[in-house]
Structures are given as structure tokens and as C-alpha cells.
């Protein structure tokens, strides 16, 4: 398995502390993101991560931003993603398992880093359903 992770100024630390969780797991990850607290622009960071995800380059993406809206707005504009914004873990249990979400966006300013490291832990090992969530995502397709 291996993860593209990006972020904005909002959400170096959280990265920094996802990164060193999934090294820990022997998890391989690509680093999009700024390294830095000084403002940068979110997309910059997103389309890489979406473009890895979406070539299956990467089994999974995450993003992070202050309320993860932006992140996942950008991320959603690519045919083959689904970015599900989470701030508890039964929600990224539901993106996986209802929306087979490929992409976690986590909203640093509304989330604590113990939290975080549960969800991405969640997002990584649950499973999608199939069945009658395969018939809904279908007619997500751009009309």
C-alpha cells in the first residue's frame, strides 16, 4: 500500500504526524505537501495527490486543510475521485464502506491529532460494501 499526502499551511504538523504513523505501519508515502506554516494555495497540493490516486499510483490520498472543504472540493473534480471530509471516525468508516472513498480529507483547525491518527487508521483498513452503494456511486458520474 502506499499513500499521497498533501496539505496547506493549516495542516503541516497533522501531515508530519500521519507521516511518521504510516512509516510506522511500513507504509510507503509520497509527500505533497508544504513543509511549512507560511500561507500557501491548496490546490497545489491537492492535484498531485488526486493525479497519483486517480493514475493508481497511489492506493489512497489524504488531504489536509483548516476545514478540509477546499481540499475536497478540488479533489472531487477528478472523474475517479472520492474525497469524503471526515472529523470523527464513524464517519470515515462511512465514506469507505458507503462512498468507497479514495481520498481522506481531514480538517486540522476542527480535529485533535489522537483523533486524526484513529481515522486515518479507520480509512485504511475498512472495506467498501458494494452492492447497493456500487448502484449510487454509478450516478455520481459527471453528467
Not at 508515502?29 to 506554516?37: A, E, L
Not at 477528478?78 to 462512498?99: D, F, K, M, P
Amino acid at each position: 500500500m502506499n499513500i499521497s499526502i498533501g496539505n496547506d499551511h493549516a495542516g503541516t504538523d497533522y501531515k508530519f504526524r500521519i507521516i511518521e504513523f504510516l512509516n510506522s505501519k511500513h507504509i510507503e508515502v509520497t509527500n505533497y505537501g508544504t513543509d511549512s506554516d507560511s500561507s500557501v494555495d491548496y490546490p497545489d497540493f491537492v492535484h498531485p495527490v488526486a493525479k497519483d490516486v486517480e493514475s493508481k499510483k497511489s492506493t489512497f490520498g489524504i488531504l489536509i486543510c483548516g476545514s478540509a472543504n477546499g481540499v475536497a472540493m478540488t479533489a472531487n473534480k477528478y472523474t475517479s475521485i472520492r474525497a469524503g471530509i471526515c472529523w470523527t471516525n464513524e464517519i470515515v468508516s462511512l465514506i469507505r464502506q458507503h462512498n468507497n472513498a479514495n481520498i481522506l480529507c481531514i480538517p486540522a483547525r476542527f480535529t485533535t491529532i489522537e483523533d486524526v491518527l484513529v481515522m486515518v487508521d479507520t480509512f485504511l483498513n475498512s472495506d467498501f460494501e458494494g452492492g447497493r452503494h456500487q448502484n449510487r456511486i454509478n450516478k455520481i458520474q459527471p453528467c
